[in-house]
């Protein structure tokens, strides 16, 4: 059934096909017929970070900017869903069109932006949730916010979204938002983690609950940035990372018409660059957890990464080319004993 629904798709704009698909989706969720499609969610629970996940397999951030689809794709079968990115104020992202797929390879590129309605929109969406299972949020700055301010826009989404979050994740690491995989590195990662973590502990006093944060990272590194970037993140008592972002390499998909379109490549083309980073993370933060994304088309691609050292997964990208048997069939494959 999904094949021919993507057929149809695929005939569309990328972006356009993306609103339809979500719209149909919801629309089968009011009347109550997504579970009968997909069936039973795999139950396969699992501890991490004091958060109990129904089982491995996550949304990736990017997919419900809003939160606003946030009931329809529970019921996919995902243990958890991650929303955003949001940013304190409401913005258009960049000009369209901005998503392209590269179908060939099982790729996309993207140069959203950090288009969103606003972080008080999304925590609204979010509090009227009936999907019971774990929600991340993840959070960035707005493109008018220059990269020197950047912490700020961080603290603000925080505070924001701290009362609904059952994590919390700081994007340091989309390449469409102007400087800000620069505040991945060096001193500047420490003067972001820093006082991040520090105003999350006194949100978790006040609220009597602890809500873990984690920082979701590029591929696009050398070993060495890798360790500095592990050692930023052990050292600032992060509570988890995610690895990894969108790439802005192009190897792979050379000599595809799209593939010199500027923005963020996913699918298939970065799994090694996200397992690589996964591998290194493992060695420098043995005990942290990490949640694997990038280019998991398969359950065989799943366990890899679990491989590599992943403790969860996210999907994206091979959730448009295969739909959504792949949360099931992914969820399967990790499923415990």
Avoid: W
């Amino acid at each position: 059934m999904y094949a021919f629904a993507r057929s149809l798709l695929f005939r569309l704009d990328p972006e356009t096909a993306h609103g339809i698909a979500l719209g149909a989706l919801d629309s089968l969720h009011r009347v109550k017929s997504v579970k009968r499609l997909v069936g039973k969610p795999v139950d396969d629970p699992v501890e991490l970070m004091g958060l109990r996940f129904a089982n491995r397999v996550g949304l990736a951030a990017g997919l419900d900017k809003n939160a606003d689809h946030l009931d329809a794709l529970g019921e996919l079968g995902f243990g958890f869903i991650e929303v955003g990115t949001v940013t304190p104020k409401a913005q258009p992202g960049n000009s369209k069109p901005r998503m392209f797929r590269l179908a060939a390879h099982s790729a996309i590129i993207n140069r959203f932006g950090f288009n969103n309605r606003g972080v008080e929109h999304l925590v609204a969406q979010v509090k009227q949730r009936q999907y019971g299972g774990v929600v991340g949020i993840n959070i960035g700055k707005n493109l008018t916010t220059s990269v020197d301010n950047a912490l700020d826009d961080y603290l603000a989404c925080l505070e924001a979204v701290h009362g609904v979050a059952d994590y919390v994740t700081v994007n340091i690491s989309s390449p469409n938002t102007p400087g800000l995989r620069t505040l991945q590195f060096g001193d500047q990662l420490d003067a972001l983690l820093g006082p991040i973590r520090t105003r999350s502990q006194m949100l978790d006093e006040q609220a009597g609950r602890s809500v873990p944060l984690l920082v979701k990272i590029a591929p696009d590194m050398t070993d060495e940035e890798v360790a500095l970037v592990a050692g930023s993140i052990e050292r600032n008592g992060f509570d988890g990372v995610i690895a990894t972002n969108t790439t802005v390499a192009r190897e792979g998909v050379q000599g595809d018409p799209q593939a010199e379109e500027a923005g963020g490549l996913s699918g298939k083309p970065v799994f090694e660059a996200s397992n690589r980073v996964i591998r290194l993370l493992r060695e420098h933060l043995p005990h942290l957890p990490i949640i694997g994304v990038g280019g998991i088309d398969s359950g065989d691609a799943a366990k890899a990464k679990l491989a590599a050292g992943a403790d969860l997964v996210q999907l994206y990208s091979g959730l448009i080319y295969r739909g959504p048997t792949l949360v099931r069939e992914c969820a399967d494959a990790l499923k415990s004993g």
